[in-house]
């Protein structure tokens, strides 16, 4: 029933999208530009009933195999660049969580972002107090950038090409940028956008030189190694017959997972992905939470064969993920900002994808990456709901709203126990296939890497449970603390108005709450459950990968002990959390920053790292090294050629021109001449 | 001659009659405004003729006229383009014409009639009917060049014509060697007569082809041939100009890829016309460039710049041998690539030279200040013309010219692509400042009042130009595709 045109309309539908409000509405419509939401919603909406369609058959029912040639892009000579589907378990999942995300945010986004004067009470805020960029030109500009975005994503996860993949990468990227910087009047925003673009470049270019290298490597005749499945089944093989050395596919790979490290904001290029949260909220919710910070980790299950193959490779995806996870968790426990908590723990579980990556528990990294967009997306619509009310995203100047925003609040209190790991909440199954996996491997194969990650993601849960209800208390509970007219920072989105946000916003944040609790159980039961296999999800991924690979795969499982003990750690974190920042708190969170004091700096200041990149890499060696050696170049040897160039078109110019002087017989004769000399050196040249 | 002939030769009949047909409207009305429209609306026949001929399966390669014509997917690829271009000029002639009073039907007839000459060009088999082509399309230029009736423009059509007449001398000349030699006209013959006599090495038959080449060379503006361009670029009525730099080079090069294939091929006769070709190649595009860069007229510049674009298709004509690995068809595939991509690019540039030149009925290179202000789509069209003529991406130059280059390296002249890659950085220079006065000089003041138009039709011309080239310069696999049948049909 599926057919591959139907799935390509999965990407093209948003493209269509983003084509119609950004060429047509926008510049002709503006007036009318309200019913870009509609438009937008509408074609993500078609796009995600074919997704769910295409999960259905090709992972549930396995009756879609795909189908048709890719079209052919560019051929020179021998060489070819394919457009292809590559639809496998994995982008199918990825197709879900993205068209479903999106939906979700842009129905929410079709209320949050109309011009605040129209839903905030018209008799105290008149619409023209607002700054023009907050009228409706924005609701256009911002729905074609969602749409982009979208298309992008899809692109990317569907490309069967890696060159077509690092188009959509990069597009991905732009799209972020775009985002980021929405409010582009803000400077904070516009440095945010900037730092997320320079710092995801970073490892963009990892990626890129991955690329090259592995084209000169094994660029053949009539093998297309431009195509991701062939890079899969065949790499390995190249390396045991030595065509290919082991050191090139581990620099491939570690290349690739730069490019990943970038994207998915990893230690140490985490440093963009909590300043991006000066972007929209929906926009934190849709891309820095459930779909494009998702796109390094989609890039490492892209390529998994080709990692497995090295063990260096995994070695490190495995640590830096394991790090990853703890070391974000700790700069979420001090954050006063909800949605930088949000982002930090958002930080914090795609390490935790990437160690379960690592480590080889392939199906189950894409299981969590699964189930923690509902939930983190759940979270960060609810953190906008809240900002919705009380203008502002700083937790020191909320409170109270349990009463006043009980939706919000329930929905909020299932997304932070679900994050949290507690039974029988989505992120539970998820988050303990992954400890179980790492456990597992370190103590039964004695690896010494997995026990080490094993131990950074045990203390990580332990400190996401406490930053969670620490931020659920500040925000819902004791009284309120007033909100944007208190907080000097705040960029008001409206004025204060305490009570339950409007349907469209409240209505996503409903829907997204069901799979945040159920759908870890019912995507992979520990046992068999009404028709559905046991680990049905994580075992059908796991066999999508080439067959030669699958010894090398951990085994998907459940252990009550394990499970018991992961829970009882989140719990604890939960009680100390409540313990704190109950009304009366029975340990005061002052004293303990007190007697901590050091650390609490240090972990407030976010590790030193934006010092330490702004001042020494950016200051220091580039402004005072690199920057000064172009500098010295440019002037002394680009300039110097380029002026050699046009001294020579000057004069070189000059002397033909004498020939140019209009007189036919002149150019009869040098035409005359030119035949002669041709023709002496053509016959008697040899 | 039969039905089979007339079938074959259909779309040339029809250009013809189309040609004929706007000189009898022309006398009928008296609203000129209606010429174009017939021409555009009647150029829709030829077309037709043509995707017939082109559906026609059992048509294949097949020859008519007693050998002397063919027609083959290579000959239709052409006809395609011919077709286009002259459709983009008519196009953007609409306002611009205006300027001939009485006379703007003869000005389209003589577009129809040298479009004609083209298309008999792509498919001629022998040099005769060669020849004869190649004179139907020069002289209708030559009138057309001379249309303004002002000093310059009639230097223009006297010069084309002199000049004109003295490369068909040449050429004649040469092909009387060739012919005398192997004692054949028919290009097929020639070739097998030189293989058969042994004719590779003979001195005459070489200095033949070196005066063949001297001729065709004056049709694509290679240097040394190239010394009428720019004055009969200044002086023609611009639409001609655009008419002259994409429809006949493009016959030009149909025609040097035709014979040098069909007679003087690798496999048939062991003549080594690559390295003519290549040295050409390089100095066409330095000289071309270099002068350019001096240039302050607008038409003189790129008068100088398709000397200089001759010399980067002029690679894919010495790109013929590849190495093992490589596809010893990608040099031709490319000219043809290059030439399609070159007709759209360049009649984007000058469909906007012409709607500015309606406006401001000047051609200076100035004239373009703040054109990015006071409209900015033509000054976006113009600036993605430039960048594609430089071959930065995302143009249809760019993609044209990594294929040129890498069958360039493909063969193994890698000092010929590197020489091409450092031409094109030069380029950017001069083609790039008009992009800097479109965007950063500010409107002249007395031009604000100017009270007529761009132009609808030379505005519309420069869209739907602009939109090929950026279009395949993003997918550009439907031009290669139809490049690659063309030369296989070509080469075999």
């Known amino acids: 029933m599926v057919n591959e045109q139907l799935i390509w309309a999965i990407f093209f539908l948003p493209l269509i999208s983003f084509g119609l409000i950004a060429l047509i509405i926008r510049p002709f419509f503006n007036q009318a530009s309200v019913i870009a939401g509609p438009i937008a919603v509408l074609f993500i909406g078609a796009s995600f009933v074919i997704s769910i369609l295409t999960f259905i058959e090709r992972n549930i029912n396995g009756t879609l195999t795909l189908v048709g040639d890719p079209i052919n892009w560019l051929t020179i000579g021998a060489f070819k660049l394919e457009v292809g589907i590559l639809l496998d378990p994995l982008t199918t999942t990825m197709l879900v969580v993205v068209t479903g995300v999106s939906l979700m945010v842009q129905i929410y986004s079709t209320f949050y972002m109309k011009d605040p004067g129209s839903h905030h009470g018209t008799e105290n805020q008149g619409s023209d107090s607002e700054p023009a960029e907050l009228g409706q030109p924005v609701y256009a500009r911002y729905f074609a950038y969602m749409s982009l975005f979208t298309a992008s994503m899809l692109g990317l996860v569907m490309a069967s090409n890696v060159v077509q993949l690092f188009v959509f990468w990069e597009l991905v990227g732009l799209c972020s940028y775009l985002l980021i910087g929405f409010w582009f009047h803000r400077p904070a925003a516009a440095a945010a956008a900037k730092k997320a673009f320079i710092v995801t470049r970073v490892g963009d270019f990892g990626f890129l030189l991955a690329l090259m290298y592995l084209f000169s490597k094994t660029y053949q005749e009539n093998i297309n190694y431009l195509n991701i499945q062939t890079i899969n089944e065949n790499l390995p093989t190249l390396v045991s017959s030595g065509t290919l050395g082991a050191g090139a596919l581990t620099l491939i790979a570690i290349g690739f997972f730069v490019g990943a490290i970038g994207k998915s904001g990893q230690f140490p290029l985490h440093t963009w992905l909590p300043d991006a949260m000066e972007g929209p909220t929906p926009v934190s919710a849709l891309i820095h939470a459930a779909t494009m910070v998702t796109a390094g980790v989609f890039l490492v299950g892209r390529f998994f064969p080709l990692f497995q193959a090295s063990q260096e490779a995994m070695m490190v995806v495995a640590l830096v993920g394991g790090i990853t996870a703890l070391f974000a968790a700790t700069m979420g426990l001090v954050s006063n900002d909800i949605k930088r908590v949000l982002a930090y723990s958002t930080v914090s579980q795609l390490g935790y994808m990437m160690l379960a990556l690592g480590i080889g528990a392939y199906g189950v990294a894409i299981f969590h990456l699964f189930t923690h967009a509902f939930f983190k997306a759940l979270l960060f619509l609810g953190s906008g709901s809240v900002n919705h009310a009380t203008g502002t995203f700083d937790m020191r100047f909320m409170g109270g709203l349990r009463k006043k925003m009980p939706i919000t609040y329930i929905t909020f209190l299932i997304g932070s126990l679900s994050l949290a790991g507690i039974f029988p909440l989505a992120g539970f199954w998820s988050k303990d296939e992954i400890l179980l996996n790492a456990f597992r491997s370190g103590s039964e194969g004695g690896e010494i890497v997995s026990m080490t990650v094993f131990v950074l993601a045990i203390i990580a849960v332990f400190m996401t449970a406490f930053y969670m209800f620490r931020a659920l208390f500040m925000t819902f509970e004791g009284e309120f603390r007033g909100g944007s007219e208190k907080d000097p920072e705040a960029n008001p989105h409206g004025p204060v108005h305490l009570g339950e946000s409007p349907f469209l916003m409240v209505l996503p944040m409903l829907i997204l709450a069901i799979p945040a609790v159920i759908i870890g159980f019912i995507a992979n039961p520990p046992g068999e459950l009404l028709g559905i296999k046991a680990h049905w999800m994580v075992h059908t991924l796991d066999h999508s990968l080439p067959d030669s690979m699958h010894h090398l795969l951990k085994g998907e499982s459940f252990s009550v002990p394990l499970a018991a003990v992961s829970s009882l750690v989140a719990l604890s974190g939960i009680a100390l959390a409540i313990a704190m920042y109950k009304p009366k708190p029975l340990i005061s969170p002052e004293s303990i920053g007190k007697t901590l004091r050091p650390v609490h700096t240090l972990l407030y200041r976010k590790y030193y790292f934006d010092e330490l990149y702004e001042g020494i890499f950016v200051r220091q060696i580039y402004y005072r090294g690199l920057a000064l050696a172009s500098d010295w170049t440019d002037k002394n040897i680009v300039d110097r050629a380029v002026n050699i160039v046009g001294w020579t078109g000057a004069n070189f110019g000059g002397l033909i021109r004498q020939f140019q002087n209009g007189q036919m017989q002149m150019y009869a004769t040098v035409t005359s001449i030119g035949i002669i000399v041709i023709a002496a050196i053509f016959i008697f040249g040899d | ?492």
């Open chain 2, 1 to 492: 001659m039969n039905l089979q002939d007339i079938y074959l030769i259909s779309p040339e009949i029809g250009i013809a009659i189309v040609a004929a047909f706007v000189i009898i409207i022309d006398l009928f009305v008296s609203n000129k405004k209606v010429l174009p429209v017939v021409a555009l609306v009647t150029l829709l026949i030829p077309l037709f003729l043509t995707i017939q001929l082109h559906l026609d399966t059992d048509i294949g390669s097949k020859t008519g006229f007693s050998g002397t014509f063919q027609v083959d997917d290579f000959a239709i690829f052409f006809k395609y383009l011919i077709l286009g271009s002259t459709a983009i000029v008519i196009l953007s002639s609409t306002q611009y014409a205006r300027r001939f009073g009485g006379h703007q039907g003869e000005y389209y007839a003589l577009i129809l009639f040298s479009a004609a000459g083209m298309m008999l060009l792509a498919s001629s088999m022998e040099l005769i009917t060669l020849y004869i082509a190649l004179e139907l399309t020069a002289l209708p230029s030559a009138a057309l060049a001379a249309f303004i009736r002002q000093r310059k423009s009639a230097e223009a059509g006297i010069k084309f014509l002199v000049l004109s007449a003295v490369s068909s001398a040449v050429l004649l000349y040469g092909m009387v060697l060739v012919y005398g030699l192997t004692g054949s006209s028919h290009l097929n013959e020639i070739a097998s007569s030189i293989t058969n006599n042994g004719l590779g090495s003979s001195p005459a038959l070489l200095f033949g082809i070196v005066l063949i080449t001297a001729g065709f060379g004056f049709k694509i503006s290679a240097v040394p041939f190239q010394m009428w361009a720019p004055d009969v670029y200044e002086g023609a009525p611009t639409p001609v100009t655009g008419f002259l730099s994409v429809a006949s080079k493009a016959a030009g090069f149909a025609i040097i890829l035709r014979v040098f294939y069909t007679s003087f091929g690798l496999d048939n006769a062991n003549i080594d016309w690559a390295n003519m070709m290549a040295v050409l190649s390089a100095i066409s595009m330095s000289v071309g460039n270099l002068i350019a860069i001096r240039q302050n007229n607008i038409k003189r510049m790129l008068a100088y710049s398709t000397v200089a674009q001759a010399g980067y298709l002029m690679v894919g004509l010495a790109a013929i041998t590849a190495l093992p690995g490589g596809d010893d068809n990608a040099g031709p595939i490319g000219v043809l690539f290059y030439l399609a991509g070159y007709a759209m690019t360049n009649l984007a540039a000058f469909s906007v030279v012409i709607a500015v030149s309606n406006k401001t009925n000047n051609d200076s290179i100035n004239s373009f200040s703040g054109l990015a202000r006071k409209s900015p789509l033509l000054a976006g069209a113009m600036a993605l013309a430039m960048i594609s003529l430089i071959g930065i991406p995302p143009t249809v130059g760019f993609m044209a010219k990594i294929y040129l280059f890498s069958a360039a390296m493909d063969t193994g002249l890698e000092w010929l692509a590197i020489v091409g890659v450092i031409n094109s950085v030069i380029s950017a220079y001069y083609y790039l400042r008009v992009v800097k006065v479109m965007f950063l000089s500010s409107p002249k003041e007395n031009e604000k009042d100017s009270e007529t138009s761009y132009g609808v039709g030379a505005v519309s011309a420069a869209v739907i130009a602009m939109a090929g080239t950026f279009l395949f310069g993003i997918y550009p696999e439907p031009i290669l595709r139809i490049a690659h049948t063309a030369i296989d049909s070509l080469i075999g």
